[in-house]
Structures are given as structure tokens and as C-alpha cells.
């Protein structure tokens, strides 16, 4: 091999590591498996309305793994709790728990950009009514536990931080529990929008 061409092949050597060092760089600043946590505050949807307030907290913790450059699914674990409902004597409290496994597409990269999401699960909820006239008080709690489905959207600010919004609808009885006379306690579906604050580490 000549000078010239030795030369040749050293530049275009030297070229292609100088691209391929931040692609490299980005790939092992994204790891495939990622904790997170979240904050959320919550809306009340539907029959909810009927026996929960007008706000709503959340707390949430997440596992994530990497399949693509753009796919990936979540694991979501989280805690709701809803402000008491009171109407005269009546006063409802509605909270629950939301597991959820998320498939989760990413526009941009997994570290920045926006991404959408949806995911099927399990919520338990749990409802307490209570009615209270002069020395007289009555109260029941009833938890009810079934299938729930949440899609939603978010946008990753860094890779540690990032706003989702999303809306959630447990598979369960749609009947108001506004009778609290009624020989069956029916509670609401436990369906909410919300929109979170987001950290990963």
C-alpha cells in the first residue's frame, strides 16, 4: 500500500470514529433499565365525580426497559387519593391503588423529547361513606378490585426530568354509591385525568 492511500484510509478511519463517538456516548448515557418516581395531581371523571372532590393527589413509583432506540415498556405502581365529597349529612372519601404496565413510543430518544403511551392493569380501589345527624352515624368502607386502562403523553425535559398527562378508567361498577341506604354498596369506576411531574434516575 502506497503513502497516499495509507493516508487515505487513516482519514476516513479517523472521520467515521469522530461520528460514531457521540452516537456511542448517547447509547451508554441511555441505559436500558431505569427507576423513576412521580407526582400527580388528579381530576375526578365520570360517576367519580359523585363520590370524590374536585382534586386529587398522587404519588407513583416506575421501572422502565429499554427495547429500541423509540420502544419501551413501564412498569407503574401508584397511590391516589381523592379530597372528601360532602353533601348535608353525606360524606365520601375515594382512594386506590393503580398497577399498570405501560408501552411507551418515543419520538425524539429515550433520554429527551416527547413520548406517548398506553397500558392495561390491575386497580384497587377503595370507598368510605359516612353519614353523621346529630348523635347518629353510620359508616361503611368497600374496596373493590379489577381491570383498568390508561393512555396519555408526556414530554422528558432532560433524561431526570419530565410532565406526563394521562387519563385512567378501571373496568369495574359504573353505579354512583350515592344511596347510602342501599342494601348493595356499588361503588364508582375509579376513572381520573391527571397530569404528573416525573424523575428518573
Known amino acids: 500500500m502506497n503513502t497516499r492511500a495509507f ?3 487513516a482519514i476516513c478511519a479517523g472521520l ?3 461520528f460514531a463517538l457521540p452516537a456511542a456516548a448517547q447509547e451508554a448515557d441511555t441505559p436500558k433499565f431505569r427507576f423513576g418516581a412521580g407526582a400527580s395531581v388528579l381530576k375526578p371523571m365520570g360517576s367519580l365525580t359523585d363520590s370524590a372532590g374536585d382534586i386529587g393527589f398522587g404519588a407513583s413509583l416506575v421501572g422502565e426497559f429499554a427495547l429500541s432506540d423509540n420502544m419501551a415498556i413501564r412498569g ?3 397511590y391516589v387519593a381523592f379530597a372528601p365529597k ?3 349529612i353525606i360524606e365520601w372519601t375515594t382512594s386506590g391503588i393503580v398497577g399498570m404496565a405501560d408501552f411507551v413510543y418515543r419520538f425524539d430518544s429515550h433520554n429527551t423529547g416527547l413520548y406517548v403511551f398506553g397500558g392495561a392493569g390491575v386497580i384497587n380501589s377503595k370507598y368510605a361513606i359516612e ?3 346529630g348523635g347518629y352515624k353510620w359508616s ?9 386502562v390508561s393512555c396519555g403523553g408526556g414530554y422528558n425535559f432532560t433524561k431526570d426530568i419530565g410532565v406526563e398527562a394521562s387519563y385512567t378508567q378501571s373496568i369495574g361498577d359504573p353505579e354512583s354509591i350515592s344511596n347510602p341506604s342501599a342494601e348493595t354498596y356499588n361503588p364508582a369506576a375509579l376513572s381520573f385525568a391527571q397530569v404528573s411531574l416525573r424523575l428518573r434516575f
Open 7 to 9: 493516508l487515505n484510509c
Open 16 to 18: 467515521s470514529a469522530a
Open 76 to 78: 407503574r405502581g401508584e
Open 86 to 88: 360532602k353533601f348535608i
Open 131 to 133: 353519614v353523621k345527624l
Open 140 to 148: 361503611k368502607t368497600t374496596t373493590y378490585t379489577g381491570l383498568g
